[in-house]
């Protein structure tokens, strides 16, 4: 495909983001062969040495494996995937997936848990409200306070979906976010709100429940945008 007429050409480095990409939406699947270089400069219409500096990008990075004397081929599996989608996850977009998700998680959660689920819950409340070794540990037990909402639904796709939030969440973008936001002021405020969300599951009450981690997440966004 010749490049339009009009368009400003392309440097390598708008090439290997556009074939990156491509790569990422499995255009090109692992191990697939990718174009001569002939083929892409054509197809960019660029030289062919714009090519071999964005395939170079492409190896450089852990997108492409080139083959002396057989060609280009792609390296990227479900794995590496999930790995470039949580490096470049902000803590932002993680608290609007999280908005997305965890409130119907909660209402699931209040209609499904056992008492035994319940009694964790509370537990992991108190322990909460008890801690007092500072941020990182009140980070490390919101965490498991979380993690034992989900587990609450029994549904081993809600706990899984929850996993892959929590790979994004133990990031260094977000470890970076832990020091600014969880002063004491916000951390007793927090822990108001795991309290209500608790109470809501335990009483199975579902749609509070739901509104109550909505709240909870809306806070830790505002002081995010705040920091």
């Known amino acids: 495909m010749s490049k339009p007429l009009g368009e400003a050409k392309m440097n390598a480095a708008a090439i290997y983001a556009r074939m990156r990409n491509d790569i990422i939406r499995m255009k090109y699947l692992n191990q697939d062969q990718l ?17 071999r500096n964005a395939l170079n990008m492409l190896e450089q ?23 470039s989608i949580i490096k470049v996850t902000s803590p932002m977009q993680l608290i609007e997936a999280r908005l997305a998700f965890e409130p119907h998680v909660a209402r699931i959660a209040a209609l499904n848990a056992s008492e035994q689920d319940r009694q964790l819950l509370r537990d992991k409340v108190l322990i909460l409200e008890s801690n007092a070794e500072g941020h990182l540990a009140f980070s490390q037990l919101d965490e498991q ?6 587990q609450c639904t ?19 973008h977000w470890n970076r976010m832990k020091r600014i936001t969880l002063s004491e002021e916000n951390m007793v405020l927090f822990n108001i709100e795991h309290r209500k969300i608790m109470e809501a599951v335990v009483e199975m009450r579902v749609e509070t429940a739901g509104e109550m981690v909505k709240q909870h997440l809306l806070t830790v966004q505002t002081t995010l945008q705040s920091s």
């Open 35 to 51: 174009p001569p270089e002939r083929v892409l400069a054509e197809q960019y219409g660029v030289a062919r040495g714009t090519i």
């Open 61 to 83: 990075e852990g997108f492409a494996e080139r083959r002396r004397g057989s060609g280009t081929y792609v390296r990227f599996t479900a794995d590496s995937h999930l790995e």
């Open 145 to 150: 306070f979380h993690r034992t909402l989900v």
């Open 154 to 172: 029994h549904n081993t796709l809600l706990i899984g979906l929850y996993h892959f939030l929590e790979s994004v969440r133990a990031h260094q």
